[in-house]
């Protein structure tokens, strides 16, 4: 079991030395909330902020979201889990941040809890992974759990559907939605400011939340994410309509896997793949 209490003071202990030393300007960590489920996104700016840092199993956002908020060449200290620390890789790949000016500060966790439900996230929208892919600093022991849990297993049933019964599953979902664009809020790789949606030269979509719209909306931001989705599940708890957006990320995110060999934000090497393209690649993407 993750011992939750021995992570947040070894987060609070590599805070504090970060910001007395200068090192970095900001510690983007999570504070008290309204309640022990809805701990919140904190940046300690100095070290007396420290004290009001803590981690528990309901700290889900992605904090690798408020990275790209701060002026380039900010040094910042960030704490990473699995997910969030491959966000950081994709930003990276994408030149919105440079790995030199960030300090991460690594979480290795398993038992993470949804806010809403109080059920464990792990085999939903974590990725299968318990351990960051890159940190500068480890928080606690690596987790090994034996052989690792698919991140696609949850898929099972959606793929057992045929296109006709996909699409008005879809429809029935997104009809539900009020275009509070929360998931966009919550997403790391949605930084495009402004967005294509709030674009009116040209207007894309109709921003009310009517059905031909919400679909426009929702299918582009789904591809937009192609190949980049790490997995997060921010999306999904982010919706106050509960909308299970994970399981459209993953889909797409399990067709990009297998067709180029390669996951989403793994490693910093790897270039993003749909912008590499090589003569081995899979032609069915195309089909």
Not at 121 to 145: A, S
Request: net charge positive.
């Amino acid at each position: 079991m993750t011992n939750f209490k021995q992570i947040e003071e070894n987060l609070k202990k590599e805070a504090k030395k970060l910001l007395e030393a200068g090192s970095v300007a900001v510690v983007l960590a999570y504070t008290k909330g309204a309640d022990e489920k809805h701990p919140q996104p904190f940046a300690a700016k100095k070290a007396d902020d420290v004290a009001n840092i803590i981690f528990n199993e309901y700290c889900n956002h992605n904090l690798a979201r408020y990275i790209v908020r701060y002026a380039p060449g900010t040094k910042i200290a960030v704490a990473v889990k699995a997910a969030d620390s491959r966000a950081v890789v994709v930003l990276i790949q994408e030149e919105k941040i440079k790995r030199e000016n960030l300090i991460l500060l690594g979480i290795p966790v398993s038992g993470m809890k949804n806010q809403k439900t109080g059920e464990i996230i792990d085999e939903k929208t974590t990725g299968g992974l318990t351990n960051p892919v890159v940190y500068d600093v480890l928080l606690g022991e690596e987790i090994h759990t034996g052989k690792p849990v698919s991140p696609y297993t949850v898929l099972e049933q959606y793929e057992k559907m045929d296109k006709d019964a996909r699409f008005a599953f879809w429809k029935a979902q997104f009809d539900k939605c009020i275009r509070c664009y929360a998931c966009r809020k919550a997403c790391p790789m949605c930084y495009c400011d402004p967005c294509f949606i709030d674009q009116t030269k040209p207007r894309w979509a109709d921003k009310s939340p009517q059905s031909h719209g919400n679909l426009m909306y929702h299918l582009t931001r789904f591809q937009h994410l192609a190949g980049r989705c790490i997995d997060c599940g921010e999306c999904t708890r982010a919706c106050p309509v509960d909308i299970p957006l994970y399981l459209f990320h993953k889909k797409v995110a399990k067709d990009c896997e297998e067709m180029f060999k390669q996951a989403a934000g793994m490693k910093i090497e790897d270039k993003l793949v749909m912008v590499d393209f090589r003569v081995e690649d899979s032609d069915k993407i195309l089909e």
